[in-house]
């Protein structure tokens, strides 16, 4: 399990936003420690998927040291700190892309080769349904780096398409053109009917109505 940053003295939960605790940890270090309970286990959770449990303890533990020494680049406009988590430890991940080929390689051999379902409404859901399997895995490796980070960042990391471009510093119109291109190579590789997704405001989708 990933290593606790910040032992010792541990922050008071409360209701308080993501930026209010930054505030208080400028002149309160311990405070921090509140922001790591919420959400070390998301972004523990995402690093071990992307490349393993060896790299996932050090990628959390970095991304709470970074954030910690990077206090100032927070956008205080934003209450949610996820977005900010989040593309630290992408780009700490990339450090680790070794890690992740040999986890995508090990999945593609050897998960079983099952079907995927192409009456999916979703294309993140079909992701985290069928990421285990060697079709996949295999495609998911072969994809544009770049590509496959937004589209992970989607689908795992649950992200709107704004909290990816706050996570990846982009425009949301490149993150749409990114998870576009990510969406076209999975139904190409996966032979997928195209998705009849429903985009709401948060940038996520809905699923079509099964009587439409």
Do not use: C
Not at 29 to 53: K, N, Q
Not at 60 to 83: K, M, W, Y
Not at 130 to 141: C, E, F, S
């Amino acid at each position: 399990m990933f290593r606790e940053p910040f032992p010792g003295q541990r922050a008071i939960q409360s209701v308080s936003t993501d930026s209010d605790i930054i505030r208080r940890s400028r002149d309160s270090p311990a405070a921090f420690g509140e922001l790591y309970d919420r959400h070390a286990s998301v972004i523990y959770r995402y690093a071990a998927r992307r490349a393993g449990d060896f790299a996932a303890d050090d990628v959390t533990s970095e991304t709470f040291l970074v954030a910690f020494e990077r206090l100032d680049t927070f956008d205080h406009g934003r209450d949610d700190a996820r977005p900010w988590l989040f593309g630290i430890a992408t780009n700490l991940l990339r450090r680790h892309h070794r890690a992740e080929a040999r986890t995508l390689k090990t999945l593609a051999r050897s998960a079983p080769r099952e079907g995927v379902d192409d009456s999916s409404d979703r294309i993140a859901a079909q992701v985290d349904a069928t990421v285990a399997t060697a079709r996949i895995a295999g495609t998911l490796k072969s994809m544009a780096a770049i590509d496959r980070e937004t589209l992970l960042l989607y689908a795992w990391a649950d992200l709107t398409y704004e909290g990816i471009s706050q996570a990846m510093d982009v425009p949301v119109g490149t993150v749409r053109s990114r998870l576009n291109r990510a969406r076209k190579t999975l139904r190409d590789t996966l032979g997928l009917e195209r998705l009849e997704d429903t985009e709401n405001d948060h940038g996520r989708f809905a699923a079509a109505p099964r009587n439409a």
